[in-house]
């Protein structure tokens, strides 16, 4: 049970003995209309849903969008895995090389196109099912296991706890992830819905990311992210 849930029980457990004795035993009125008024009080924080909009229907969402996505892929034959970086919008994109050997833009502007052009390199740029997740003010000033937990965790429910160790590469362990629509070219371009999540919440705090691979355990899975530049 929620803390304010827990503050609320106990507040109707309170106030319904006070009415008692203050209507009964003191026949004090007001304080037992006070008492009263904190009765509608507390089944009012208990009545009052803690998430006005739901995980599942988070999840659903991002998967949606996931699956809009897949079909762009398809129309343009695209299998590369992209680059997620954050422009100077505060938005973060995908960039997928339109040929091998490109690394992540170097400029920072948002894309002007879906085909975005950089001196000589092309890129097909799109934006990440959790693109505005990361500007959140929920996770303003949280460090990126916070803002992961939050998201992944608290608000998505995608996965029950996550873990977050660097070294040469980000490492993100992600406990009992949760099944979700398969979408095979978006995976290959974006990784996972999940991973895809924290490539977004990863380049929003440490600069252009790469998912380098997913590797499923026994009750967790493990995202390994490659950090091309701090900024």
């Given at each position: 049970?929620?803390?304010?849930?827990?503050?609320?029980?106990?507040?109707?457990?309170?106030?319904?003995?006070?009415?008692?004795?203050?209507?009964?035993?003191?026949?004090?009125?007001?304080?037992?209309?006070?008492?009263?008024?904190?009765?509608?009080?507390?089944?009012?924080?208990?009545?009052?849903?803690?998430?006005?909009?739901?995980?599942?229907?988070?999840?659903?969402?991002?998967?949606?969008?996931?699956?809009?996505?897949?079909?762009?892929?398809?129309?343009?034959?695209?299998?590369?895995?992209?680059?997620?970086?954050?422009?100077?919008d505060g938005?973060?994109?995908?960039?997928?090389?339109?040929?091998?050997?490109?690394?992540?833009?170097?400029?920072?502007?948002?894309?002007?196109?879906?085909?975005?052009?950089?001196?000589?390199?092309?890129?097909?740029?799109?934006?990440?099912?959790?693109?505005?997740?990361?500007?959140?003010?929920?996770?303003?000033?949280?460090?990126?296991?916070?803002?992961?937990?939050?998201?992944?965790?608290?608000?998505?429910?995608?996965?029950?706890?996550?873990?977050?160790?660097?070294?040469?590469?980000?490492?993100?362990?992600?406990?009992?992830?949760?099944?979700?629509?398969?979408?095979?070219r978006f995976?290959?371009?974006?990784?996972?819905?999940?991973?895809?999540?924290?490539?977004?919440?990863?380049?929003?705090?440490?600069g252009p990311?790469?998912?380098?691979?997913?590797?499923?355990?026994?009750?967790?899975?493990?995202?390994?992210?490659?950090?091309?530049?701090?900024?």
């Open positions: 049970m929620e803390r304010l849930h827990l503050f609320a029980v106990g507040l109707l457990i309170f106030s319904a003995l006070l009415t008692i004795i203050s209507y009964f035993l003191l026949s004090n009125i007001p304080l037992a209309a006070l008492a009263i008024g904190m009765i509608i009080l507390a089944i009012s924080i208990l009545l009052t849903p803690l998430q006005s909009f739901p995980p599942q229907a988070i999840r659903a969402l991002l998967e949606g969008s996931a699956l809009s996505l897949e079909a762009i892929l398809e129309e343009f034959d695209i299998s590369m895995r992209g680059y997620y970086v954050q422009a100077n938005r973060v994109y995908l960039y997928v090389p339109l040929k091998e050997g490109l690394g992540p833009p170097i400029k920072r502007s948002a894309p002007s196109g879906l085909v975005h052009v950089e001196d000589s390199s092309r890129y097909l740029s799109l934006i990440p099912p959790a693109s505005e997740l990361t500007k959140a003010s929920e996770i303003s000033g949280m460090s990126l296991e916070s803002a992961l937990t939050y998201i992944l965790v608290d608000l998505t429910e995608i996965a029950d706890a996550v873990e977050v160790t660097f070294d040469e590469v980000l490492t993100i362990r992600m406990k009992n992830v949760k099944p979700h629509v398969a979408a095979g995976n290959a371009v974006f990784g996972s819905l999940e991973a895809s999540i924290a490539a977004c919440l990863a380049a929003s705090l440490l990311v790469r998912i380098i691979k997913e590797v499923e355990e026994e009750d967790s899975k493990l995202v390994i992210l490659e950090v091309v530049e701090h900024e």
